[in-house]
């Protein structure tokens, strides 16, 4: 092996390295997200929790991640990527002990608040501080580690459900997570600063030799040119700019994305999949078990969009996958309908459930990405991606307040349909607005949402 390919070498190493210890991050995004399901089948009796004070319980995670989200842009700006992440680390340490040895109500929400703080500020730090030191051509496939990372943490919260079910161990449930949470505390001092970060405090001699470890020999300088150039294209513009016309078509297509999302009722699979089942007739280590083959179907639909969707588009991958996800929606709604869940028909519903968690994985579950990501020209990307991000949050709170009261006033099956009519909506919407940005440049993307070019392309 020559010179080179050595530095090569060791330069995507260093890069995939970082690249999995901020991933931590989304690793306990995932966990902390998911293990509340098998949770709150213990925490009912445990506290004595009707379905409202459920609904409470599964929400104040996502109070604290709207503030979270909220706060951790500024955040990082006033710190740095690489503190903010470790005062990430610290909250999740924290709000999982805190919630696993938690001997009233009153303060597993406020562990839970801490642990939503924790995913709100993780689920805008984690992606900008991957992006901003991964090498160009890695920084794709790098970003969509934190992905598959989300997705990985949610599955091992299943996982972690089942094992821990027989005994009813709803403490170690919620408190495994601080195992993750220390490896990402300790490891994260290892790794260097953002080099973007850097430059905006007037530090760039230690930017370039954070990018001197990570880069090619003579392409530090060029790097540091592209940082400044961004920045300073970035600083013409405010958060009132977005509203203008110039804008308006990629934050109607970045908070539509968002909130079709979120509307076909992802969140309500994810919290409440096993109270559902258990109230259908199933045992609980089986209604958890049926929720470690939904994670099993998130973590690989996940991984078989991203190695689609480069191939095929993201038009044929989003619309194709949103239309399966509202035939799924229907198809579940009415299985509840017209079935008593015995016998066969149980296996339709989860066969169903699975159909739906493999399609929006593969669909809709990257397109909040994707489309915040590809939609906006680079020096508005930040600002205008952080709307589609607070419709993300803010309707997966009001979704996860409303699901078991929903059910009570129009049974598991309106439930279902009235996410099918939502995801319809969505996927017309989508239909008339997503454009193919597969091969095309930021300005064609741009010429597309402006009406210079057919949206279909």
């Known amino acids: 092996m020559n010179d080179n390919a050595v530095v090569e070498n060791r ?28 949770a709150l089948l213990y925490l009912g009796p445990e506290f004595g929790l009707g379905d409202q004070s459920k609904e409470v319980v599964v929400a104040s995670l996502l109070v604290g991640a709207i503030i979270g ?36 109500l009153a303060v597993l929400l406020v562990a839970r608040v801490l642990l939503g703080l924790a995913i709100g ?40 459900g089942y094992a821990l079910a027989d005994a009813q161990a709803w403490r170690w449930m919620l408190a495994v997570a601080a195992v993750p949470a220390l490896v990402m505390l300790i490891a994260l001092p290892m790794l260097p600063e953002s080099p973007r970060w850097l430059v905006a405090q007037g530090r760039e001699d230690e930017a370039r030799a954070v990018l001197s470890r990570g880069r090619a020999r003579g392409a530090v300088d060029a790097e540091i040119a592209e940082i400044t150039a961004a920045m300073r294209a970035e600083s013409r513009y405010s958060f009132r700019d977005l509203l203008g016309s110039r804008f308006r078509p990629g934050i109607v297509l970045g908070v539509g994305v968002a909130a079709t999302n979120q509307l076909v009722g992802v969140n309500a699979v994810t ?37 689609l969707v480069d191939r095929i588009g993201r038009r044929p991958l989003v619309l194709g996958g949103t239309g399966l996800v509202v035939l799924s929606l229907v198809v579940i709604g ?12 149980a296996a339709v ?21 994707l489309v915040n990501s590809e939609v906006f020209p680079t020096e ?23 699901v078991l009261t929903t059910i009570n006033a129009i049974t598991p099956s309106g439930l279902f349909w009235l996410y099918a009519v939502l995801g319809g909506l969505g ?27 057919p949206v279909a392309g």
């Open 11 to 38: 330069r995507r190493s260093r890069g995939a390295g970082a690249t999995v210890i901020a991933a931590f991050g989304g690793l306990l995004f995932g966990y902390d997200t998911g293990i509340i399901s098998a």
């Open 69 to 104: 989200v909220a706060a951790g842009g500024a955040i990082m700006d006033r710190v740095g990527r690489r503190r903010t992440l470790l005062g990430v680390a610290v909250l999740f340490l924290v709000g999982a002990v805190a919630s696993g040895t938690a001997g009233a």
């Open 121 to 160: 500020a993780a689920s805008v730090a984690v992606p900008a501080y991957i992006a901003e030191i991964a090498p160009a051509e890695q920084r794709g496939r790098l970003v969509s580690v934190n992905q598959l990372m989300i997705s990985s943490g949610i599955l091992i919260s299943y996982v972690t």
């Open 271 to 307: 919290y409440y999949t096993p109270t559902l089942l258990t109230d259908s007739g199933f045992g609980a280590s089986a209604a958890i078990l049926s929720s470690v083959g939904l994670g099993i179907a998130n973590v690989v639909f996940t991984f078989a969009g991203l190695m």
């Open 334 to 345: 009415a299985v509840y309908a017209f079935t008593d869940l015995q016998g066969g028909w």
């Open 349 to 369: 519903l989860l066969a169903f459930l699975m159909i739906y968690q493999a399609s929006f994985s593969a669909s809709l579950g990257l397109a909040m990405w």
């Open 380 to 402: 508005v990307r930040g600002k205008a991606g952080s709307a589609g991000l607070a419709t993300h949050w803010i309707l997966n709170l009001l979704i996860s307040v409303t």
């Open 427 to 453: 996927l017309l919407f989508l239909h008339r607005r997503l454009p193919e940005t597969r091969g095309r440049t930021l300005e064609q993307v741009d010429a597309q949402l402006n009406g210079r070019q």
